[in-house]
């Protein structure tokens, strides 16, 4: 071998080098970016789940109040009847009284808003629950996304050193590209692309 082919295979080596770097450099940050976005969804699929889990609670109080709501307005519209039935004054005032009780108590069921525990309080609450889960399932798909964007783009740009095609480094970028949008709308727009039925 002369000289001359000396010098240029290591120069070809030392461009070699320096691509390597390059491609190693971006693995660290495909890396990086992957275990950022692998965080953020895993932070979204407990809050989801969380939130499932709340609206759940709150839509089964509603539903006990509903219940303990039918059976005491169901108490005074039997004691309408008794009233109707009761034959001395001193008996219809006692019925009286005690359908207005059941009145009262059914009225507070129905809207409680000092203790924020009446039905219609509750539903309001469960409704929240739901859209702060479906906010978070949809945050959580957009992360699960770019976080597969990002481990393509990884093997792609290991690929790429192994084989010396450049055109492999390219595509991982690009991957790069899109696993950082998919990990903004995430963030900031999950409902902007609907991903999930």
Request: charged residues 20%; glycine residues 8%.
């Amino acid at each position: 071998m002369s000289a001359h082919e000396s010098m240029e295979h290591a120069e070809h080596a030392e461009h070699a080098s320096g691509e390597n770097k390059k491609i190693a450099l971006l693995i660290a940050v495909l890396a990086l970016f992957l275990a950022i976005s692998e965080t953020l969804g895993k932070g979204a699929q407990t809050e989801s789940i969380s939130k499932n889990v709340e609206a759940s609670n709150l839509w089964a109080f509603f539903q006990a109040k509903s219940i303990r709501r039918t059976v005491v307005q169901t108490a005074a519209d039997q004691g309408k009847l008794t009233l109707g039935a009761a034959a001395d004054d001193a008996m219809k005032a006692a019925v009286q009284k005690q359908i207005d009780e059941w009145q009262k108590t059914a009225a507070r069921y129905r809207s409680e808003p000092e203790t924020g525990e009446g039905t219609e309080q509750l539903a309001e609450k469960a409704k929240e629950a739901e859209h702060q889960r479906d906010e978070a399932t949809a945050k959580y798909h957009h992360f699960e996304l770019a976080s597969a964007a990002f481990q393509i783009g990884i093997v792609l740009a290991s690929a790429t050193i192994i084989t010396g095609m450049l055109p492999l480094a390219w595509i991982a970028g690009l991957l790069t590209l899109a696993g950082l949008g998919m990990t903004v709308l995430g963030a900031w727009a999950p409902h902007l692309l609907h991903l999930h039925g």
